[in-house]
């Protein structure tokens, strides 16, 4: 008998059946896959079937009354361009000597969906058993397959992929149809996609909305600031003019010694984030960049939100750090001599989930002999150095406040000196804490100076900043964070949008839609973007919802939550939005659409569509409407040309091919008959037709 493995990824059967022995490469019609020692090893390549589109339950009009849609069973279809890939594997999950299937797929959420869906559609019911490992190392595989797992076990998994996916389809299916029939142009809606289009457009619009103040400062030559802010420059004049060449006490000298720890290991946010920072990467190139990575061995598993190791890993973690002494020997050589902090920063077996955090492998070695590319490059360095760092020691530094008075006018200053600088030497982002590090600047309490060079500094009041990926991916992580009251932000816990696989693809959604532009490292949301955030109910768009109904999928996952229950409430928010929104009256449009000119018969604006161009009240009210493609002229209208016609009642269309495929131009005039609109020709321009 033999054991089918399917894998998520061609290169990842490539890598098991290596490891397990099926090193047999076996043709299928241009496809192929591993066999040997008692297994076949193949693949899907991602997802191969998803539940469709709501044309594929029945609902292909666009229209009001069809919403919201609730397939009452939700089916698999398979998903284009993987016919051979799906009929391979129905070839070989069929096989009557195939008695076990072994679930290879990453080992998290959507992999799980990917296995299941095919296992699945194919009506299989051999007994499974699921591979779960972390890297895809030879010793990670081999200890995994000696250790499969009941497929059963990741039951709750599942419920909670094809949970999500059925809900996340029902509410944006919905209202994505919704807000397109509404606003007459294509709007995306999304369970997480629209909250963070709010959070963006929200920013912006504080951004907008905020007036600078001025405001001014009075400095000492040492730095030290005057505890007050003036509003005015005379103000702040009479102070500096009071204490010039006047005797500065130093009334208050207060030393403490501090440190800083190490950073945390990397989860995928944390990694995407100080690639942002420190790269300009985007999310979506990162976790990229990762995959690439784990796929080629030199890092673990990337999708997970962990920051952690188990405890079983203490030995590894030093057999890795020792792999790396040819990437960087005099620090690794530094660090063994000095030990490795491995303490409760670094190990906690009660925060990892699924997977522990981003690490190198012990093939790290190959680093230096792989081919990458230059994002490769910047993560596989980013993943590395905080790995190092998490294990180095923590930054000592010693902190002064010195207060100093001057004809009775306190100043403050606070200095900064390093002592140890541990793991911040080799820090990757520098904050602006470290500008203050000043250590030649010292005094002893009760000593006295002279104020000289005192100056006044113009000031003004700052809006708040705009998004970068690494701030929003924070936002993302933790929705509090958007709570500016710190004492309130202790009551409630971590509450997140998204999982950190998915956040990096709906900021590329938000762009891809048009809501959102990328300025540099910036995210800005668009007027358009803007305009229809704001049109928009609360529910729609309330993150502490979306955050809510997260947590909800994740108790499912682990078995306190109801997967009816989350659905049942989607469906009935889902629905009552409809329905308010269906009976609202006074509705801005918001549309991307140019107004071409004015509707001859109501007046209205005529605005371009899929398949024309039709006046904006609809084809039930005023019903104008020209179609775009014109045989006669071998292409489509253009915008510029039928806003000329809608202006004069003419226009002279260039470029045109006649059905036999001879050019001509030709002066054109709008002939509507009351029923149907149509361009009619009215004489040749230039060369005659023909001949
Ligand atoms: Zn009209």
């Known amino acids: 008998m033999i054991r089918l493995i399917i894998s998520e990824k061609p290169s990842v059967s490539a890598a098991v059946a290596y490891c397990i022995g099926a090193t047999e490469k076996v043709s299928v019609e241009g496809n192929f896959y591993w066999r040997g020692n008692g297994y076949i090893v193949t693949n899907a390549l991602g997802h191969l079937f998803g539940i469709g589109m709501p044309e594929d339950y029945g609902y292909k009009k666009w229209e009001l009354t069809t919403l919201p849609i609730i397939p009452e069973n939700f089916k698999l279809f398979p998903l284009d361009g993987y016919d051979d890939q799906i009929k391979m594997l129905s070839g070989l999950i069929n096989r009557d000597d195939v008695s ?9 959420r959507e992999g799980e969906c990917i296995f299941r869906y095919i296992y699945n559609y194919f009506g299989c019911t051999k007994p499974v058993k699921r591979l779960w490992i972390s890297s895809l190392t030879d010793e990670s595989i081999k200890h995994g397959m000696e250790n499969l797992i009941e497929g059963y076990e990741k039951n709750s998994l599942y419920e909670t992929g094809f949970t999500r996916a059925k809900a996340d389809w029902i509410l944006g299916m919905s209202l994505s149809r919704l807000y397109s029939i509404l606003n007459d142009d294509s709007h995306k809606v999304g369970r997480v996609k629209t909250p963070v289009l709010n959070i963006i457009a929200e920013r912006d619009k504080a951004i907008s909305d905020f007036t600078k103040k001025p405001y001014f400062k009075v400095i000492l030559d040492n730095g030290a600031e005057c505890e007050n802010i003036f509003d005015t420059v005379e103000k702040a004049e009479i102070i500096r003019a009071k204490c010039s060449g006047k005797t500065v006490a130093v009334i208050s000298a207060k030393s403490e010694n501090k440190i800083e720890n190490r950073p945390l290991l990397h989860s995928l946010t944390s990694l995407q984030r ?101 994002n490769e490059k910047n993560v596989a360095e980013l993943v590395i150095n905080r790995f190092l760092c998490a294990l180095d020691k923590p930054y000592r530094y010693t902190e002064t406040q010195y207060e100093f008075s001057v004809e009775g006018v306190i100043f403050k200053l606070t200095v900064k000196r390093a002592d140890e600088w541990g793991w911040k030497w080799y820090r990757k982002v520098t904050d602006s804490d470290d500008e203050n590090v000043q ?18 500094k113009p000031c003004e009041t700052q809006p708040p900043k705009r998004f970068t990926e690494s701030s929003l991916l924070a936002v993302m992580e933790n929705i509090d964070r958007l709570i500016p009251d710190k004492d309130l932000k202790g009551f409630v816990k971590e509450r997140g949008l998204g999982t950190p696989a998915t956040r990096a693809s709906i900021i590329e959604e938000l762009i891809a839609a048009g ?28 993150a502490e919802l979306t955050a809510h109904w997260e947590q909800a999928l994740s108790d499912i996952e ?7 229950d989350l659905l049942g409430e989607i469906i009935k928010t889902v629905t009552s939005i409809v329905t308010i929104e269906c009976g609202r009256e006074n509705r801005v449009r918001v549309t991307r659409k140019k107004l071409l000119g004015k509707c001859p018969r109501c007046g209205q604006p005529v605005v371009e569509n899929n ?23 071998g292409r489509k209208y253009t915008a510029a040309e039928i806003s000329e016609l809608l202006a004069s009642g003419r226009v002279t269309l260039k470029n045109c091919v006649s059905s036999k495929g001879n050019k001509y131009s030709a002066f054109f005039e709008l002939n509507d008959t009351g029923q149907y609109v149509n361009l009619k020709l009215v004489e040749f321009v230039g060369k005659k037709r023909g001949k």
């Not at 491995?342 to 990892?352: A, F, P, T």
């Not at 398949?611 to 006669?632: L, M, P, V």
Request: with cysteine; net charge negative; charged share 25%.
């Open 515 to 542: 809501y959102v532009q990328r300025k540099k490292k910036q995210l800005v949301s668009t007027e358009y973007g803007r305009a229809f955030a704001a049109s928009l109910p609360e529910n729609v768009k309330s």
């Open 100 to 108: 076990e299937v072994i679930n290879a797929c990453d080992a998290g």
């Open 274 to 374: 100080e690639a942002n920072e420190v790269y300009g990467m985007t999310a979506a190139d990162t976790l990229k960049a990762a995959q690439s990575l784990y796929e080629k061995k030199l890092i673990t598993y990337p999708r997970t939100d962990s920051n952690f190791l188990s405890d079983d890993m203490k030995t590894l973690v030093e057999s890795i750090v020792k792999c790396l002494s040819e990437y960087d020997e005099q620090r690794v050589t530094a660090l063994l001599n000095s030990g490795l902090n491995i303490d409760n920063r670094v190990i906690d077996n009660s925060k990892i989930s699924d997977h522990h955090a981003i690490i190198p492998t012990n093939l790290i070695g190959r680093l230096g002999v792989t081919l990458l590319n230059d």
């Open 439 to 456: 250590p030649n600047i010292s005094y002893f309490e009760n000593a006295t100076f002279t104020a000289d060079n005192i100056t006044v």
């Open 611 to 633: 398949i024309g161009f039709a006046c904006s009240t609809g084809r039930e009210k005023c019903g104008f409407f020209i179609w775009g493609q014109d045989k006669r002229i």
């Open 558 to 564: 682990n078995g306190t939550g109801s997967a009816a």
